[in-house]
């Protein structure tokens, strides 16, 4: 079975610019999970998505974050404009639906924002 | 939101040692996972315990759950130098949703 799969693996950009990451789900997940990983602290969720509606977004900063999972499958995440701040990693997650499923990792993308 | 908290912070051990760490949560879950992150690299799933369950073990990885403590601890027997990493439990949001939410981690190093 293919894992999820992101690109880019690392990017690195100078602040104020637009940036977007890309992810793949296992198939037949119907529930993604955007999550920033800032060094030395545990994953934070930004953003789930059921097929390809918005569950919870209540800890994306809208004001320059945006997510999209067309289809219901693919899923895009963007910053723009980037701060500093942003320099993290972006991990996506992909599990079955319902409660007592476990969720699955890509292998995420190393954001440097300078 | 509810979050796990792992305990200790860091953890430093020979190879060979048994690794335990502790897992703290705040109100009722319906499962908790503990998962493994290398250097550099994502999220591996290690374990998913239910609310129903006490104890379960896969291959050297032991969890145990006590929900009248609010709390779950991850032994790793044997230790290898492969077990450095960061472990992280997840236990999922209320309100249905079921996001699994992580605390801050414990961080493992196993000397060869």
């Known amino acids: 079975e293919a894992g999820v799969a992101q690109s880019p693996r690392y990017k690195i950009i100078e602040k104020r610019q637009s940036v977007a990451f890309w992810c793949n789900p296992i198939s037949g997940h119907a529930t993604l999970y955007w999550y920033q990983q800032i060094l030395g602290q545990g994953p934070k969720l930004l953003i789930q998505f059921q097929n390809n509606g918005v569950v919870d977004d209540s800890q994306l900063p809208k004001d320059r974050f945006s997510a999209e999972r067309l289809k219901g499958v693919d899923s895009t995440l963007k910053i723009q404009p980037a701060k500093l701040e942003d320099s993290a990693v972006y991990l996506c997650a992909s599990s079955l639906q319902g409660p007592n499923t476990e969720a699955f990792f890509g292998q995420g993308t190393r954001l440097t924002v300078v | 939101s509810q979050q796990g908290e792992e305990d200790p912070q860091a953890l430093s051990i020979q190879e060979g040692e048994n690794a335990t760490m502790n897992c703290s949560y705040k109100t009722s879950i319906n499962n908790l996972q503990w998962y493994r992150q290398n250097s550099g690299r994502g999220l591996v799933h290690l374990i998913l315990?239910?609310?129903?369950?006490r104890e379960k073990h896969s291959g050297r990885l032991r969890v145990t759950l006590d929900t009248s403590k609010k709390s779950s601890s991850l032994l790793i027997t044997a230790s290898r130098a492969a077990d450095t990493a960061s472990y992280f439990c997840a236990t999922p949001t209320s309100g249905g949703s079921y996001i699994p939410t992580f605390g801050r981690g414990t961080s493992l190093i196993v000397h060869p």
């Open positions: 315990i239910r609310s129903n369950e």
